[in-house]
């Protein structure tokens, strides 16, 4: 009999035996790739993460008791049995359930997740609150071996080891190498040191020898540091969570649901911080994606039988930056490339390959990668910082203080601005534009196709100053029948010329202009087309142009959220002149999760979105 169907919450899933929970994993693992094979979604790390999620909940009271998922990747398992099993086909689809954890979606996620690094600083909160408030709800965390890089986990664990809250974190590792014997020994010595025996025994023996005269406390320093030694020998990976308050408990099989429960049941009951090491396989029960994790991380639907993808992908701007950054870097040995963990995703693994002593992957930390790209340019390289617009974020103060303040010659690349579509909430890149645009010194080009793209990237690596892409997660086409002419620092382009109105596009934003400037000048309206390139600087000169000879009526178009972005600049500019601007833009809101070019459509930032536009800047003059 299956028993997944049979799990409505983790109330049923605790009436189970240790048996049937084995058996219910491998159902769980069936449906997660029978669905993401149809829409997609993280796959790898998902799969890797099923018995220690069952184990979670198994022991835990949820909703009551706190269970948070770093960054989110891995909560697949999480939503199947927390209610949301029928919802589960629905996954980042348009009206669907998210791909991460979201608070507007189930009592059971605690917080809206899609950023590594911060469930620790949460747990840490949430414990410290339960006190402050006289709670007694459990707090647990997962967090995976990658996102433990991240220096805001480090700096959590610090305060949470010193403040002795009781809260679990469990550090789902994937990548490290644990010899068998290390491993069993580890887990002997994990279950002796977690018991309540040994624990009773321990504070006895610390007060008895404590009290002895005279060499009590010394004899007990010396005991201690001679126990630490031990471990130090026997258990290297542990000694470090220890020494910052932590008991460690592992390294242990994170696929063993029964040795996990008893582990977390003694967690429980030691009323301490606690962290519990579990080594997990990435990809498990599906061939390709245990082969090869890194590309099953976020996989497109797929055939199961072979794992090939169901659509071929057209040629991105990713890789059209990845091929030109390495035909730079051939002619310009001063060209270094950084990555933060998105070696693959920003299109920077042919480069990895080819110049491996001038390419860099830090990790999930990005503050560091942006100050290690500052350092670089100090001394005389040219360094290339490739990161999701949406995790570039969490560098604004070194962009601004260690490379804009320094006026430093760094190319900042944000990959994945504007809509990203399926990932949703928590990795939309729609507020690039406004947060570079504080940046004194800074040049930000926004390239409308590939040609382009190249154009620009030879220009900003020609310059003495630091200087910004973004483009999105889509297609590099081709305006064909639009030649681009070499890239002025600052000007735009007037690609389309009419009198009637001026259309300025930023970015990729150009092609639905184009095609609303054609489908108007079908109906007598002919329209200026403007390619701005610049965000900042603006082409102040070109704008008033614009507002002069097209009939003061102008429309902005931008990929960005509408506060302090492309738009709200161009109306500064415009504020003396006589004329009327619309601005059209992405809401000043968290925009959720869908198909990118559906949103558009919803947001008017295409083609019919342009035509609407221009009709209501005609009908307010009448």
Known sequence: MRLLPTIDSPADLRRLNLDELDQLAGEIREYIIETVAE???????????????????????????????????????????????????????????????????????????????????????????????????????????GALTGGMAFEAMNQAGDSGEPMIVVLNDNEMSINGNVGALSRRLSRLRSGRSYNRAKDSTRKVVESLPVVGRPLYRFISRSKSALKKMLVPGGIFFEEIGFVYLGPIDGHDIPTIIDLLQQAVEMNKPVLLHLRTVKGKGYGPAQTQPDKWHGAVPFNIGDGSPKVNGKRSFTA???????????NDPRICAI????????????????????????????????????????????????????????????????????????????????IVGSDGSSHQGEFDVSYFRTMPGLTLLCPSDEEEQKLMLDYAFSQD?????????????????????????????????GGAMA????????????????????????????????????????????????SGRIITIEENVAAGGFGEACRAVLGNEDCRVVSLSLPDSFLPHGCREDMLHEYGLDKEGVMRAAERLLTDEE
Request: proline share 4%; with cysteine; glycine share 10%.
């Open 39 to 145: 829409t997609g979604g993280h796959l790898a790390a998902s799969l890797g993460a099923v018995e220690l999620t069952l184990a979670l909940h198994y022991v835990l009271d949820t909703p009551a008791d706190k269970l948070i998922f770093d960054v989110g990747h891995q909560c697949y398992t999480h939503k199947i049995i927390t209610g949301r099993r029928e919802q589960f086909a629905t996954l980042r689809q348009n009206g669907g359930i998210s791909g991460f954890c979201n608070r507007d979606e189930s009592e059971y996620d605690v917080y809206t997740s899609g950023h590594a690094s911060d469930s620790l600083s949460l747990a840490l909160g949430l414990a410290s609150a339960r006190r402050l408030n006289g709670g007694s709800y459990r707090v647990a965390t997962v967090i995976g071996d």
């Open 503 to 550: 259309v300025v596009a930023l970015g990729v934003m150009l092609a639905p202009a184009l095609e609303a400037a054609e489908e108007l000048a079908r109906k007598g309206m002919a329209v200026r087309v403007v390619d701005a390139r610049f965000a900042a600087p603006l082409d102040a000169e070109l704008l008033r142009d614009c507002a002069k000879k097209c």
């Open 465 to 497: 100053e630091p200087c910004a892409l973004r483009w999105p997660r889509s297609s590099a086409f081709s305006l064909s029948g639009h030649p681009h002419p070499a890239v002025e620092q600052g000007r735009g382009v007037i690609l389309r010329e």
């Open 339 to 418: 990555s933060a963990a998105m070696t693959e995703g920003t299109g920077l693994q042919q480069f990895a390959k080819r110049f491996p002593e001038r390419f860099y992957d830090t990790g999930i930390t990005e503050q560091h990668a942006a100050g290690l790209a500052a350092g670089l340019a100090l001394g005389g390289m040219r360094p290339v910082l490739a990161v999701y617009s949406t995790f570039l974020q969490r560098a604004y103060d070194q962009l601004l203080e260690d490379i804009c303040l320094q006026k430093l010659p760094v190319v900042i690349v944000a990959d994945r601005a504007g």
């Open 320 to 330: 059209s930056f990845g091929e030109r950054i390495c035909q730079l870097a051939e």
